[in-house]
């Protein structure tokens, strides 16, 4: 199983930023590093995804570590529908997913 | 924006009966999988499926269950004789270029062995 390591969980006020961090230190060089995240009751929804630069597209952007070791995930403006947990999942060969147990965000108003 | 489709949202079996969860693919996506999710659990892999077969299985995946594309646009997952444990949320997913590529999920099957 491709390993990550998030908090398991981080508070947020509405509309200041959020950075969400992950660690991955035995992360291959072909393995993309994907960002999910999952409402109550809904399928997990894709955020961004990246290889080694880093990304942005109009949920978010993701840091990736210059060692590729670690990533950040940035919420610029967070809103109450940002509240869900995230995911930081490796993509292998097969791009199978293995899920973690990912960060609860909370967002308070 | 296009997105996958599960069907039912919510099925309701006798244990020992046979139940097919229903998917339908993005329609130009090559690769397809699915996973499952017991409540309060892990998201978990079950199998990919590209070019007409099984690209890998998860140890979950045992002779119960089995995949298949019968025409082109659905996916079914097939799970033989159902057990308690089967109840779980199952999900469809699907992209079009592998690890290339984010995989786009449904909002799942809620499947409920009785």
């Known amino acids: 199983d491709a390993k990550t390591t998030q908090p398991n969980s981080m508070e947020s006020n509405e509309e200041e930023p959020v950075h969400l961090p992950c660690n991955h230190s035995t992360i291959s060089g072909t393995d993309y590093i994907h960002w999910y995240r999952q409402l109550p009751s809904q399928g997990p929804e894709y955020v961004i995804h990246g290889l080694t630069s880093n990304v942005n597209n109009r949920m978010a952007s993701l840091a990736i570590a210059e060692d590729r070791k670690s990533s950040t995930l940035i919420l610029h403006r967070a809103t109450l529908r940002d509240a869900a947990v995230y995911y930081c999942i490796l993509g292998d060969n097969f791009n199978k997913f293995y899920f973690g147990s990912g960060t609860k965000l909370n967002v308070k108003p | 924006e296009p997105e996958v489709t599960q069907t039912p949202s919510h099925q309701v079996t006798q244990m020992g009966q046979e139940v097919i969860l229903r998917c339908v693919p993005i329609s130009n996506h090559l690769y397809f999988y699915w996973y499952r999710q017991i409540l309060g659990q892990k998201v978990e892999f079950l199998v990919s499926f590209y070019n007409n077969e099984i690209s890998e299985k998860s140890e979950i995946f045992d002779d119960q269950f089995s995949v298949e594309r019968p025409d082109g646009s659905n996916f079914t997952l097939k799970i033989r004789s159902t057990k308690l444990e089967d109840s779980a949320m199952y999900f469809c997913?699907?992209?079009?270029?592998?690890?290339?590529?984010?995989?786009?999920f449904g909002d799942g099957t809620r499947l409920s062995i009785l």
């Open positions: 997913a699907s992209s079009d270029q592998g690890r290339r590529q984010p995989q786009h």
